[in-house]
């Protein structure tokens, strides 16, 4: 076969017809017994029962599809023992036998439609038999040879079942070690999802996360009458830092400053990075006076915090523009724009201050 993988239908097959047409050969000898016939009758039979399995595999697995292949072989089973009912007259327990295990093989792989080949299988072979042989019936079968037929069907059955059983178990394995994987990818996802939201500098959610979490959030407020407010920090005089104690202290700051929001943030806003020295607050149920208060407290601290890189003390402030909903805008968009204009004036004014928003979307200075 030359390392040629054989598929789990042809092997098995092989190993059911086999086994089952070696015990067959017993049973139906027990009958061919009674009947007396014929030496090339046993030769022919045992050809069948004994050599025809091993010949119907070799087809299979050199055929170019070895699963149709094999379909084709089980058709071939039933044309095979359909003949020989109708040359041996039809004996009952023989052709029920043979009816059962032929109908069980085909449907097991195609269903009803397995079931109507099948039947039109053994009606194939009982055809081809009725021109040089003509037509004897003779239903009754001996008392061995019924047993026989009892007992060899019994077992087949009692085969058949615990295959599917093991089959059974076999798939239900399967099915957990695949939710469990899936349980793993979709966790994996969920991680890349999160990696893919956040800044790498500073672990906070980037500007996508954050307008998809802002137009939920707005829904929200809106639903439930609730304010909700925007305030916009930018890091005073940032360039400079870089410029006089590098990017790694610039970097440094950043961190730091990061720190302080989530943690005044906390679970019930959410903070990002806007981008290079520019931070976004989303704060739902505040308005745009204690939306000023909040951002006027994170200025006096981040003020009062000393940043050490190298042994050198690195201080600067904030400037922060805020607007609210309803009062300033209704939508995420224009909301934003209005807490910018407020940052640029709060820049305009000298720094290290809040500004809000006016309704009119002129901007207010709170006093630092």
Request: charged share 20%; glycine share 8%; proline share 4%.
């Amino acid at each position: 076969m030359g390392g040629k993988n054989i598929h789990w239908v042809v092997a098995l097959d092989r190993r059911n017809r086999t086994v089952s047409f070696a015990l067959s050969l017993a049973v139906i000898g027990s009958y061919l017994q009674v009947a007396g016939s014929a030496p090339w009758q046993w030769a022919l039979l045992s050809v069948h029962l004994l050599v025809y399995p091993q010949l119907a595999y070799w087809r299979a697995i050199r055929a170019a599809h070895p699963v149709r292949a094999e379909m084709q072989n089980l058709l071939l089973d039933g044309v095979l023992f359909g003949a020989w009912c109708a040359y041996w007259g039809m004996p009952l327990w023989l052709c029920f036998l043979f009816f059962i295990c032929v109908c069980l093989n085909m449907m097991v792989f195609q269903g009803l439609p397995g079931l109507f080949r099948a039947l039109a299988a053994l009606g194939i072979g009982v055809a081809a038999v009725l021109p040089f042989h003509g037509f004897a019936f003779r239903p009754d079968t001996p008392l061995l040879t019924s047993l026989l037929c009892i007992g060899l069907l019994t077992t087949y059955l009692l085969t058949f079942a615990f295959g599917a059983y093991q089959r059974g178990v076999a798939l239900k394995d399967i099915g957990g070690q695949l939710r469990t994987q899936l349980q793993e990818i979709t966790q994996l996802q969920a991680r890349l999802q999160e990696q893919a939201a956040r800044d790498p500098l500073t672990g906070l959610f980037n500007r996508r996360h954050f307008d998809r979490e802002l137009a939920e959030a707005l829904e929200r407020c809106r639903h439930e009458g609730r304010p909700l407010a925007l305030a916009i920090a930018d890091i005073d005089r940032f360039k400079a830092i870089n410029d006089n104690h590098g990017h790694l202290a610039g970097d440094e700051v950043l961190r730091r400053l990061s720190e302080l929001l989530v943690s005044r943030v906390g679970d019930a806003g959410l903070a990002c990075r806007f981008g290079g020295e520019e931070f976004l607050l989303m704060l739902p149920g505040m308005d745009a006076d204690a939306a000023c208060a909040f951002a006027e407290t994170l200025r006096g601290e981040f003020q009062a915090l000393r940043i050490v890189v190298d042994g050198r003390e690195i201080g600067t402030t904030l400037s922060f523009g805020v607007a609210a909903a309803p009062l300033h805008a209704t939508d995420g968009q224009t909301l934003l724009r209005r807490a910018d204009a407020a940052l640029y004036a709060a820049k305009l004014h000298g720094r290290n201050r809040v500004e809000s928003s006016s309704p009119a979307g002129e901007s207010v200075a709170q006093a630092s």
